[in-house]
Nanobody
Framework: QVQLVESGGGLVQAGGSLRLSCAASGSIFSINAMAMGWYRQAPGKQRELAAV?????SANYADSVKGRFTISRDNARVYLQMNSLKPEDTGVYYCNARSWPSGLRDYWGQGTQVTVSS
C-alpha cells in the first residue's frame, strides 16, 4: 500500500506561481518503482493528466502546461512547480502513483485546490 498526501495549493493571481508537494508513504521499494504524476480536475470537467515522471525516465507534460509546469521527484516526494499560472489552471490537483510499466497498482491522494484569479 502507498499513501499520498498533497500540499501547497491555494489562491494565486494570474501570472503567479505555486509549488505543489506530494509525500508518499509505504514501501519505499514500491514507490521508487512507480510512475509519479499530477492530475487535475476543473469544475464540470474530467480529470486530466498534467505531468508524469516514470522511474528513471524523462517527464511528460500535457500540451497545456508545457513550458510552465515542472514535475520532479526526490525519494518519496514528488513536486509540481507551476509558473505563469492562468485562470484555466484552476482545479483540484491530485497526486498519483502507478506501477510502472504495468499500471496494475494505482494510488491517489485526496487532492489540493488551486485557484487562479484573473
Amino acid at each position: 500500500q502507498v499513501q499520498l498526501v498533497e500540499s501547497g495549493g491555494g489562491l494565486v493571481q494570474a501570472g503567479g506561481s505555486l509549488r505543489l508537494s506530494c509525500a508518499a508513504s509505504g514501501s519505499i521499494f514500491s514507490i521508487n518503482a512507480m510512475a509519479m504524476g499530477w492530475y487535475r480536475q476543473a469544475p464540470g470537467k474530467q480529470r486530466e493528466l498534467a505531468a508524469v515522471i516514470p522511474p528513471g525516465r524523462s517527464a511528460n507534460y500535457a500540451d497545456s502546461v508545457k513550458g510552465r509546469f515542472t514535475i520532479s521527484r526526490d525519494n518519496a516526494r514528488v513536486y509540481l512547480q507551476m509558473n505563469s499560472l492562468k485562470p484555466e489552471d484552476t482545479g483540484v490537483y491530485y497526486c498519483n502513483a502507478r506501477s510502472w510499466p504495468s499500471g496494475l497498482r494505482d494510488y491517489w491522494g485526496q487532492g489540493t485546490q488551486v485557484t487562479v484569479s484573473s
